[in-house]
């Protein structure tokens, strides 16, 4: 390599979502290809496993208030960068501020930046202006985008001709977890952020609801934190489903409740490349998902590997939930691709993709 073997992953955090479960994903590959990791997290929240030397910065500025918090925060990673002698950073935040990615650009300097876009609401992480946009990020080394479709709307929308779709990897489990106790003998699961503006859990109870399968012993299963908890339990007591649907917090170890899952729902407005449809995938588990902006539809094959449906229809998602449920062919024709459907998402594979950007130009 050009310069060093040194790269910092700079993230909210390690915990709860997608796109901190990849942090992780990341260093481990990165590692394995040589690289020295230095993961830069901005608050005190770490459940995920990761590689390398941990930053975190909402630790070590507990006791800081305001503005003043984020510039030592930000004059900290400046500091940081030049006494480890870091040249290459892969920016896995949301950056929706102008003033703030300006304070971030002058951190950075003249080192490769790599920033990554998890989400179709571009607006999570650029300016709706084009100038500022541009300004800000049309020197970046590369625009990593998680879809092929988010980064067509990068090169459409913002006139972008650094952007490139390197897709989340998986981990293939290597066998089969107990199943978990306390939970529904026979169920159907959603994993993820309790965030109802992005998830949907709205749509989710519905046409769980609707699909009646809970009469044949069928009981949705929801696992994970977030600002909606409240509610989808007030929800959850309106449709008169206390007795059918179950709310656990977020699992470290999630791999046993995918696997002894029926199939998992998502519901979401708007994603990116969903880790929740590829690990279950990737553990032999169907999927049931809306077709939502962006990423189900590049991983499902429709009545293959799961059911894909259109996106806010509670009718359409109950049909698909009684369908995985009560045809037994449908069930087994999408259960026996799950695994072989994502096979391209290995560690391995992406791993290589990751090494061939990041010699790019060195």
């Known amino acids: ?56 910065l909402g630790q070590l500025f507990a006791n800081e208030k305001g503005i003043f918090r984020a510039v030592k925060k930000g004059k900290y990673i400046a500091k940081y960068l030049a006494e480890n002698n870091i040249q290459m950073i892969i920016d896995n935040r949301a950056r929706p501020t102008i003033i703030r990615e300006l304070f971030t650009k002058w951190i950075y300097g003249n ?51 650094n952007a490139k779709t390197i897709y989340n990897p998986i981990v293939f489990p290597e066998k089969i977890a107990p199943k978990p106790a306390a939970i529904p003998e026979k169920y159907v699961l959603f994993f993820g952020r309790l965030e109802e503006e992005i998830k949907n859990f709205s749509l989710l109870l519905s046409a769980f609801k609707q699909a009646n399968v809970y009469e044949n012993g069928i009981k949705l299963l929801i696992i994970g934190d977030g600002s909606s908890k409240d509610f989808i339990l007030a929800k959850i007591k309106v449709l008169g489903l206390e007795n059918y649907v179950q709310v656990l917090p977020f699992q470290k170890d999630i791999l046993p409740y995918i696997q002894h899952a029926k199939c998992t729902i998502l519901t979401s407005h708007y994603e990116g490349f969903p880790m929740s449809i590829i690990e279950s995938l990737a553990a032999g588990t169907p999927v049931i998902s809306v077709d939502c902006e962006t990423g189900p539809k590049e991983i499902i094959q429709n009545n293959f590997n799961g059911l894909l449906v259109l996106n806010h229809d509670d009718i359409a998602l109950s049909e698909a939930i009684k369908s995985i449920i009560e045809n037994e062919k449908l069930y087994q024709i999408c259960k026996n691709n799950a695994q072989k459907s994502v096979e391209h998402l290995s560690l391995t594979t992406i791993a290589q993709q990751w090494k061939q950007l990041l010699s790019e130009n060195d």
Do not use: P
């Open 1 to 56: 390599m050009k310069n060093n073997n040194k790269i910092a992953i700079v993230s909210a955090s390690l915990g709860v979502g997608g796109a901190e479960r990849f942090a992780g994903l990341l260093s481990y590959m990165l590692h394995d290809l040589g690289y020295e990791v230095h993961h830069i997290i901005v608050l005190d929240h770490v459940n995920f496993d990761y590689k390398g030397t941990l930053v975190n």
């Open 111 to 161: 080192r490769k930046v790599y920033y990554f876009f998890h989400s179709s609401n571009l607006e999570m992480y650029l300016t709706k202006s084009v100038f500022w946009a541009k300004y800000i990020f049309g020197n970046a080394t590369k625009l990593v985008c998680v879809s092929n479709e988010i980064e067509e709307r990068l090169k459409n929308n913002y006139q972008f001709t």
